[in-house]
């Protein structure tokens, strides 16, 4: 121990004194603001100079000092809060908190007694919060301050939903014949079971992400970024089969300009849109929605008078006697398997549900159900009652089937409406494909899962414009590459959806056995959830057996887009191992193999200089323990700050300092700071906490909650829970 308090460096103080304190071995020091060594009772370190204050402390892990510092003033003074911060990263001695004065009192130095310091890998630190004022909460994701409503958030989420209206007939009638409309409302019924599944987990966690946001919170940064891969893909594959169909409608009617390079245009233009921020791209959004819900309104309307007028119902007989080539349950189970494309959006809503208002997201939920519910099966029978079958699974007439039937039951009117209709409302998919991938991108880079560049924001909007323009260069580059066929696509996108809905239905279930405690206002039934994910993954299954070749396109992407996220996550080993080869290679060039080194080491203590907090309410070493590992081997840092809120000192764990230690002892390579905060535990204490050690409440971490706990987990903000109570 002796040693290393030689090699001990000084430490900075809050005010301008020096500071006077001695060691367990005796050796008296001071040192003033400057960092600077002035004197020294012990030949032995008679040492003068200064020592640089920029190295900071998570270099050296298992170094510092144990104490507590009692702060006061906290938020009445801008200056606290920077020494605070200066102090954060030097290790420093102990401090009787009854003896020492407040930190941003300059004129008073503070004693370090011999009997107050015992040599640890930690620092101890005690903030005094009590009675102060509070900023309000911020939400992690806080890019875009513009909150919409019910109908804009329903607009953004259903233009993707209905829109599969215009293919979605076609492709079950292909695969179901006659049956096809039961096949739709089996996947309507499916829908209201994620409804709930959905709803429960928007409650408990409502945070932007979706599948990603709820298996970050029960299992590992890992698997949720692998889940994250499969809504990545299926936001790039909407996107450009989107543009590419709603060019193919407007081409229909207007030939005057160049079909190829066309989606791309419509690309960039809604890139531009979503750069001014969701509240003009969702404005844009609702408008289409409307045209095209009056739209469908109108299909449905005049064709079924159409019926009753006439009579005819000849189609309809035609149709139910021809001949199929399967029974009726493969007819119904395959043909069941291709409408779930029908519903593809509905996760979209959860991607964003931080720019939505309070209590809007259970009601888009609902709103897209009602949508799909009524136009979907609706829609399938008119078709069958109206069209011919041959008709309707015709390759060549399904991208334009409702526009047909429009002209046959009304008139060449309405098939054009219809056809202006499927413009407007795929190119809503293409909006929402963006909104979906901004909110997603910016929560997993904020995460580290994903390049920090992507987190700028502009000055003029605010709106991540990085986001936005890698989006739509990796989908103009995508539709380049297949030359204009987006068939595969299209096929790709449906693995990626289904797993993305059973995913969610598996995050349900880690919710409720991991996270059971934690208050939502809608609770989904295990039958429920079981039924739920079972009838995804048939229908994931029944569209492999479908179109086996979709699934090694689709592996082709799934590995692309986690190979991205995979280096990443695993950055700082890549740069130990290039680090390891470059001084190896360029040992015989001294200056480039310095520079080459300094440069890689400088980017790996950068990448590790994040430190975490983790939110400790009880001192058991293995509920500790539990907190380490889960950072240790889900996050790039070797620093790890556990604070514990008291309101009165006899509620502090009375083993938790020294349990600290010995955890401390246990991980050489990670450094533990133990602070104290007095004060109440609740939202407006944590921000604080993280605005005071500097910290983003996506690396501020907590066990799952008690029933007893009075603060919704939702309401902190962002704070991650890693472990059981």
């Known amino acids: 121990m002796g040693d290393r308090d030689n090699e001990r460096r000084p430490l900075l103080n809050s005010g301008n004194q020096p500071t006077e304190y001695s060691h367990t071995n005796g050796h008296n020091v001071r040192v003033d603001m400057n960092n600077a060594i002035l004197s020294t009772n012990n030949n032995a370190l008679n040492t003068s100079g200064t020592v640089p204050t920029s190295i900071p402390s998570y270099q050296f892990p298992g170094w510092g000092k144990s104490g507590t510092l009692s702060i006061s003033h906290v938020g009445t003074n801008p200056s606290p809060l920077g020494d605070m911060a200066n102090m954060a990263d030097i290790p420093y001695p102990s401090i009787n908190s009854e003896e020492a004065t407040p930190i941003n009192d300059p004129n008073e130095p503070m004693e370090f007694k011999e009997e107050d310091v015992t040599l640890l890998g930690r620092k101890d630190e005690s903030l005094d919060l009590r009675g102060k004022a509070h900023d309000p909460v911020k939400p992690v994701d806080a890019s ?23 293919y979605t007939t076609s492709i079950c009638a292909t695969s179901a014949g006659k049956w096809a409309p039961v096949s739709l409302l089996l996947v309507c019924l499916v829908l209201y079971l994620y409804r709930k599944v959905y709803g429960e987990v928007g409650s408990a966690l409502p945070l932007n992400g979706g599948a990603y946001n709820i298996l970050l919170n029960t299992t590992t940064k890992l698997v949720a970024s692998l889940a994250a891969c499969l809504t990545l893909i299926s936001y790039i594959a909407t996107a450009v089969v989107s543009a590419q169909n709603a060019m193919l409608y407007l081409y229909g009617l207007w030939d005057g300009f160049n079909l190829f390079w066309s989606p ?9 849109l979503n750069m001014m921020g969701i509240g003009e791209s969702a404005k844009v959004a609702l408008g289409i929605f409307v045209v095209h819900m009056v739209t469908l309104l109108m299909l449905v309307f005049g064709t079924f008078i159409e019926l009753l007028i006439h009579r005819d119902w000849s189609v309809l007989l035609d149709n139910w006697h021809a001949p199929t080539h399967t029974d009726f349950i493969t007819s119904i189970y395959f043909g069941f398997g291709a409408a779930m494309l029908g519903i593809s959006g509905f996760e979209t809503s959860s991607n964003f549900i931080e720019q939505q208002k309070p209590g809007v997201f259970p009601k888009t939920l609902r709103n897209m159900w009602i949508a799909v519910t009524f136009f979907n099966p609706v829609i399938g029978v008119l078709a069958i009652a109206t069209l011919p079958l041959a008709t309707i699974t015709d390759p060549n007439k399904s991208a334009g089937i409702l526009s047909t039937m ?39 880079s904020l995460d580290r899962c994903l390049p920090q560049f992507l987190l700028h924001v502009n000055s003029f909007r605010r709106t991540n414009h990085w986001i936005i323009i890698v989006f739509f260069a990796v989908c103009s580059l995508l539709y380049i590459m297949v030359d204009g066929n987006v068939e595969t696509l299209a096929g790709v996108y449906t693995i990626a959806f289904l797993g993305v809905m059973s ?101 790996i203590k950068k990448i590790n200089s994040q430190s975490v ?45 020294k349990n600290v230690e010995f955890l401390d002892h246990c991980y050489p390579k990670i450094r533990l700071d133990l602070i104290t905060v007095h004060g109440v535990f609740c939202p407006e204490t944590v921000e604080k906490i993280g605005e005071i050690l500097d910290i983003p409440k996506n690396f501020m971490f907590i066990a799952c909650p008690k029933e007893r706990l009075p603060h919704h987990i939702g309401e902190f903000g962002g704070v991650r829970m890693i472990t059981s109570f």
């Open 144 to 166: 875009d301050p513009h909150k919409i409503g019910q109908w804009l958030a329903t607009a953004i989420c259903g233009n993707d939903i209905t829109s599969s209206i215009f």
């Open 264 to 272: 791309i245009v419509l690309l960039a233009f809604f890139a531009l």
């Open 406 to 444: 429009a002209q046959k039951s009304v008139g060449p009117w309405l098939s054009k409406v219809v056809s202006i209709d499927a413009f407007l409302v795929l190119s809503g998919s293409v909006i929402t494909s963006y909104v979906g991938i901004i909110g997603l991108a910016r929560r997993m």
């Open 503 to 603: 995913l969610f239905a598996m995050g349900n279930m880690l919710l409720k056995y991991k996270r059971s405690s934690i208050p939502r206002a809608i609770r989904a039934s295990w039958p429920a959830v079981a039924v739920a994910l079972c009838s995804t993954v048939a229908g994931l299954i029944a569209t492999i057996i479908t179109n086996p070749l979709n699934l090694q396109y689709f592996a082709i992407y799934f590995v692309g887009t986690a190979f991205i996220i995979g280096v990443t996550l695993i950055r700082t080993k890549l740069l130990k191992i290039m680090l390891f080869f470059a001084q190896i290679i360029l040992r015989r060039f001294i200056k480039t193999r310095d520079r080459v080194t300094n440069s890689i080491s400088d980017a």
């Open 613 to 657: 907090v983790f939110l400790a309410s009880k001192d058991d070493p293995a509920y500790l323990n539990k907190a380490i590992l889960y950072v240790r081997d889900n996050e790039q840092t070797n620093w790890i700050r556990i604070v514990h809120v008291y309101e009165d000192e006899s509620q502090i764990p009375p083993d938790l300092s």
